[in-house]
């Protein structure tokens, strides 16, 4: 298994010096956090057609994009924002087709959702909305995702887009399930869902999102399964240095990372294909 990096793993450096850090640490894949795409929403479409160019220059693929997620609203149609919503979560997905990234993670609430969201009606009017979402990334070739967040909202909510939706995939956090010590509501369940990963650390209090080693997850058991169940896809290191506060800069911190997922996946006995 190879890991892909989201773009947003340090505060040092530009667009372009960043890229060029992951590709000289060996890194195969990258990934788009919310601010990147944020900016490619406000820009044309020739931004993101310059930025594919970019990453292809240099030998990347694109695994996942996130989806803005502090204000869409797409659970209940309602509110004012829910077609905003909508049409800019599909706008998303559209930006994701000409990064050919695999998949759109899109969060199933907001930090404002209502306390009562694991009940009905939310839940029918998410059921739709990710239909509706994961079909027209169908006809862009993209994935949609949804992934494990706030609990103990998460874990009914998914329970049921996961039975109701078809082609859903998952995106399995491991800070949040660290966050939260759910790991087994989520493994091995829904292992078979997870088409991609964000996989980063914590010491079980916060969302530190720090380099995988540097607090107390244990991604044995995660990556046994993966490898068990055949998972084609990357593993997602979603460490986030604006968060997380550590040191170094975009090429430090890229081989850093580089070395420390080789030696986790050396510790957990997992192949690299």
């Known amino acids: 298994m190879e890991i892909s990096l989201t773009l947003e793993y340090t505060e040092s450096g530009n667009l372009t010096e960043r890229l060029n850090a992951v590709e000289q640490a060996g890194i195969p894949a990258v990934n788009l956090g919310t601010s990147q795409i944020r900016d490619l929403l406000k820009s044309g479409s ?28 797409i659970y209940d149609a309602s509110k004012e924002l829910y077609h905003v919503s909508m049409g800019a979560l599909k706008s998303t997905i559209d930006i994701a087709a000409v990064l050919r990234s695999a998949t759109v993670i899109i969060h199933a609430m907001n930090p404002s959702f209502p306390p009562d969201i694991a009940t009905q009606p939310y839940i029918a009017q998410l059921i739709e909305s990710y239909s509706v979402l994961v079909s027209y990334g169908h006809k862009r070739g993209v994935k949609v995702a949804v992934e494990n967040i706030d609990e103990p909202y998460s874990f009914p909510i998914l329970q049921a887009l996961f039975s109701e939706v078809a082609d859903l995939t998952f995106c399995f956090d491991t800070g949040h399930a660290e966050k939260y010590q759910v790991w087994n509501r989520y493994i091995p369940d829904f292992l078979h869902k997870i088409g991609s990963l964000h996989i980063h650390d914590n010491h079980g209090d916060d969302d530190e999102h720090l380099i995988p080693g540097d607090g107390i997850i244990d991604f044995t058991e995660l990556l046994a399964g993966l490898e068990a169940n055949e ?33 986790i996946l050396a510790s957990a006995q997992v192949i690299k294909n």
């Not at 931004?47 to 204000?71: C, M, N, Y």
């Open 231 to 263: 998972y084609e896809g990357y593993l997602g290191v979603e460490c986030v240095q604006r968060v997380s506060d550590y040191p170094g800069n975009y090429q430090s911190l890229a081989l850093l990372i580089r070395q420390r997922m080789a030696d």
């Open 46 to 73: 020739q931004e993101t057609i310059l930025l594919s160019e970019q990453i292809r220059k240099r030998g990347l693929a694109v695994d996942w994009v996130h989806a803005p997620f502090r204000i869409p609203v």
